[in-house]
Every structure is written in structure tokens, then in C-alpha cells.
């Protein structure tokens, strides 16, 4: 499990919603990730919170440099 | 999916298991369990096509039916090894304020509940357009 990391670089804006003043940073390493998510849902378009996420390179599928990561949170029942 | 996107999509799986279904934790640990022997994701798709049989010895059967070690296993499970990385899911998921499932994240945008294959391609192509 990763822990907190330097911010390395930006990586780009997230969305039509958040073009005005949020961003998502990803880490030097691929473990951790500061993210602002936002909720597009018309009529709440605004920043949620943002909260550093960690993750088990066993969880993941896909090469670390792909453009686009999806994040996925779910319940087996 | 994924392989329709050949490189250019990385799925991250979060635990999100949900107060109500209370046969689920187990589950998410045993999965973590499973990912530590290297078979994370073919027990992770037996879950799925399992659901909800997830006592105690369903999940110890799943890992019998993948090769797994079924004593380390048990023992992983039992000693709930996995309990505090589970924890550290659920509470960044309700830091986000992420209450049901699914609900994804792409590319930071707030994807909720299921979702048709069709309309998961057009935020992904959109955020693939975005990258370029």
C-alpha cells in the first residue's frame, strides 16, 4: 500500500465542470493519487472534497501511463 | 473493455463494500486475500458470479477452485489481515461522499451507479479527446 508522495506534476483538468479551477495530480509514484472529484449532475456542479487515494497494485488492470484511469468503487454483494 | 482500449484505460479497483450487505465484507477481504497469493482479479470475477453465497466456506472454496493455498488462505481470512486496507477504502470512498454502488471515477469525473457499455465508451473516448 502506497503512502503519501510529493505531487510531481499536473496531470490535466478533469471535466467541463471543473475546467473553472480544479485539477488532478497524480504522484511520482503510481500508488497514490490527490484527487478533487467533482459531481457533474446539472444543478450541483461543484467540487465534492479532495482526498488522497491509495490503492493495492494487485487492484489494478491496465499499464500505469494509460491517459485515462478509471476508478472503481463497489460492493461484491 | 479494457482490451478494446489497448493500453490507453487503467481500471483501479476500490472496496466499497456497504453497510447493509452484510455478507460482503468477508468477501472484500478474502479477494484481498486472493490478490496477495496473485490471483486477485479471477477472484474477484468468481465473487461477482458468486454473489451473495459468501460464507465462510464459499469464499474458502472459491480460493480451492483457483489453486490457492486453501490453509494460507483460511488463515489470511480468519486473521482478517486485509480488515484495516478495506477500512482505508471505505473511509476514502465516504470522504468523497461515495454511499452506493458502483460509482466510478474517471479521470476524476463522478460516473454513478451501472452504466451502459455505450455511454462508459463516450467518457472514455472524451477523456481520451481531452488527453491529446
Known amino acids: 500500500m502506497g503512502t503519501a508522495a510529493s505531487y510531481s506534476r499536473s496531470v490535466k483538468t478533469l471535466s467541463r465542470c471543473a475546467d473553472r479551477s480544479s485539477r488532478v495530480y497524480y504522484s511520482s509514484i503510481w500508488m497514490v493519487l490527490t484527487l478533487l472529484a467533482l459531481t457533474c449532475v446539472p444543478g450541483t456542479s461543484r467540487a465534492l472534497a479532495q482526498v488522497e487515494l491509495s490503492w493495492s497494485p494487485s487492484m489494478v488492470k491496465g499499464p500505469p501511463g494509460a491517459p485515462v484511469t478509471i476508478i472503481e468503487f463497489s460492493d461484491y454483494q | ?132
Not at chain 2, 466499497?16 to 465484507?25: N, W
Not at chain 2, 490457492?68 to 473511509?91: P, Y
Open chain 2, 1 to 132: 473493455m479494457l482490451e478494446e482500449y489497448d493500453g490507453r484505460v487503467r481500471l483501479i479497483f476500490k472496496d466499497r463494500p456497504l453497510a447493509m450487505h452484510t455478507l460482503a465484507r468477508p468477501a472484500h477481504e478474502a479477494a484481498r486475500c486472493a490478490g496477495a497469493a496473485g490471483k486477485y482479479w479471477p477472484y474477484h470475477d468468481r465473487l461477482f458470479a458468486a454473489q451473495p453465497a459468501f460464507r465462510r466456506a464459499d469464499l474458502l472454496a472459491y480460493a480451492g477452485e483457483l489453486g490457492l493455498d486453501r490453509d494460507a488462505f483460511a488463515k489470511c481470512l480468519d486473521e482478517r489481515r486485509f480488515a484495516s486496507d478495506v477500512d482505508r477504502d471505505i473511509e476514502q470512498a465516504q470522504a468523497l461522499g461515495i454511499n452506493s454502488t458502483p460509482t466510478f471515477l474517471i479521470n476524476g469525473q463522478l460516473v454513478i451507479g451501472a452504466t451502459s457499455l455505450e455511454e462508459f465508451r463516450s467518457i472514455i473516448d472524451k477523456a481520451l479527446r481531452e488527453r491529446r
